[in-house]
């Protein structure tokens, strides 16, 4: 059963707009997120993280926002360029215990046009 | 900076050879990590290591082994590789609740 949720395996958005990736979690006793980022042929990078004290996280053009009672958390990236183009994955500290290993969501493909 | 290194960038295999994926991290992190990344599924734990020479199961560890005979290093072992097990292999390190550092990746192709 996947506790991190990414619905959406890819999306397409213009230069300049906005991009939204969302995210949605099963256990309400998450209580920290965090997004990262991958290049093909690269290791993950750490993106923007935020903690349930918080309902919004931001980093330059990344904005993490988090709504606890819909058990859901979005990536906003404005204005979305080229470079932007990757795969997003959300993850999360399992809230059972074992806050060494992370969940992560299985991925949204971005694709940013020019 | 961070630095997570693994061996090889880009392996090619046989079935039923041994494998051995190389990790090594310059951070002085107690915890390490191999995950797998197949597309649609995302990224995988495969095994985990909280200290040198301890070791705990992931999600699918099946058809693999680990070693941490070194607090810097942790090896992945295909002891008897199979075309399932084509996929990116992904190193990674972290500190307590700190994120989680990854290396480049090393693309395993087993024919």
């Known amino acids: 059963d996947q506790q991190v949720k990414q619905n959406s395996p890819s999306l397409s958005v213009q230069e300049g707009r906005i991009s939204i990736l969302n995210c949605d979690y099963t256990?309400?006793?998450?209580?920290?997120f965090l997004w990262y980022k991958k290049y093909p042929a690269e290791g993950p990078t750490f993106l923007i993280s935020?903690?349930?004290?918080?309902d919004k996280n931001e980093d330059g053009r990344f904005t993490v926002f988090l709504n606890k009672s819909a058990k859901h958390l979005s990536l906003h990236i404005v204005p979305s360029q080229p470079g932007d183009s990757a795969v997003y994955f959300c993850?999360?500290?399992?809230?059972?215990?074992?806050?060494?290993?992370?969940?992560f969501g299985k991925g949204t493909k971005l694709t940013v046009n020019p | 900076d961070v630095k997570v290194t693994q061996s090889s960038r880009y392996l090619v295999k046989r079935t039923g050879e041994k494998v051995f994926l190389e990790c090594v991290q310059d951070?002085?992190?107690?915890?390490m990590f191999w995950y797998r990344q197949d597309p649609g599924l995302g990224l995988r734990l495969i095994y985990f290591?909280?200290?040198?020479?301890?070791?705990e199961k992931g999600d699918i560890p099946e058809g693999y082994s680990v070693s941490r005979e070194k607090k810097e290093r942790f090896s992945l072992i295909l002891e008897s590789a199979s075309t399932n097990q084509t996929s990116m292999y992904l190193c990674?390190?972290?500190?307590?609740?700190?994120?989680?550092?990854f290396g480049s990746g090393t693309q395993l192709s087993v024919l």
């Open positions: 990674a390190s972290k500190q307590g609740n700190e994120k989680l550092f």
């Open positions: 256990n309400s006793m998450f209580d920290y």
């Open positions: 935020i903690s349930s004290i918080k």
């Open positions: 993850a999360a500290p399992p809230p059972q215990g074992g806050s060494e290993k992370l969940v």
């Open positions: 951070m002085d992190h107690e915890n």
């Open positions: 290591s909280y200290d040198v020479k301890m070791k």
